[in-house]
């Protein structure tokens, strides 16, 4: 998604009977419930929510396979917004086999402008480009894309239409569903989604649960917002679970120090910064 329309990590995220087994409970639109917002809205909404100027904050990654065993990521991340552009920089921090490993994003306001992502691999001292065609990738064995990292709590209008489905609940937050459709094809096969559906809490305006089915149709993910609270006077998720249905492999993200007032430095954002690190 381009910024603004205007996007605080991480984030954000994607039948009766599968409702029924994700417990996103869901209820028809009826003739009274017309008058609510359509897809766009609730879009723009999502997309113009206050998440400050800037923001620094802990991130640990806990990765675990189908059999149970787990593997763990402790990192520092750093977000800052610019008139026409979002910066976001990750830091591993540990475990020493991948410290120093960065990844940097530039996310344009402008939708004909192509975004720019790179990545540090120290064990070959190189910054790698990540390309358009690159961003459905799964981001250093999570899974999150690329791309869902870039867009944090935010929604891609940029690459989705989407439409107002019905209302939903998740853990008592009272929501509107909308669902997401790639614009083309190709964007379907960039980021490796068919379709999307969200559960958004219509009072902050934040995805609380979100289904992703891949290209052939299937259900690929779950992603699950959890412990929404206000920092420093902005609404912030702290947990973030992702469940993947076709390996049964999943991912969860917990923030911690979450800080929207100190200062973060404009050489933060450079490629220069993830090869020297933190």
């Given at each position: 998604m381009k910024y603004p329309r205007l996007l605080s990590c991480w984030v954000g995220i994607l039948s009766t009977p599968f409702f029924a087994l994700t417990g996103l409970a869901q209820e028809p639109l009826s003739n009274a419930q017309a008058t609510l917002p359509t897809g766009g809205q609730v879009a723009a909404h999502i997309n113009s929510r206050d998440e400050g100027e800037a923001v620094s904050r802990k991130l640990s990654i806990v990765m675990r396979d189908k059999r149970g065993k787990t593997r763990k990521r402790e990192t520092m991340s750093y977000r800052k917004y610019y008139a026409g552009e979002k910066r976001t920089v990750i830091f591993y921090l540990a475990p020493k086999n991948i410290r120093d490993t960065a990844f940097l994003t530039y996310d344009y306001n402008t939708?004909?402008?192509?975004?720019?992502?790179?990545?540090?691999?120290?064990?070959?001292?190189?910054?790698r480009r990540i390309s358009a065609a690159d961003r459905g990738d799964y981001f250093l064995g999570t899974d999150m894309t690329y791309e869902d990292i870039k867009l944090e709590t935010r929604v891609s209008t940029a690459d989705f239409n989407f439409k107002t489905v019905g209302n939903c609940d998740v853990d008592g937050h009272p929501g509107l569903h909308i669902e997401g459709t790639p614009k083309t094809q190709a964007i379907a096969r960039e980021l490796g989604y068919s379709k999307s559906l969200s559960c958004v809490d219509r009072q902050i305006w934040m995805v609380r649960q979100s289904q992703f089915w891949d290209i052939k149709g299937a259900l690929l993910k779950t992603v699950t917002i959890a412990n929404i609270d206000q920092i420093q006077g902005i609404w912030t998720q702290q947990n973030i679970n992702v469940e993947n249905h076709k390996t049964g492999h999943s991912t969860s993200l917990s923030f911690a120090e979450v800080d929207y007032q100190s200062p973060v430095p404009d050489t933060m954002f450079t490629t220069n910064a993830i090869k020297r690190g933190l």
């Open positions: 939708p004909e402008r192509e975004d720019d992502q790179w990545l540090y691999l120290p064990a070959l001292r190189k910054v």
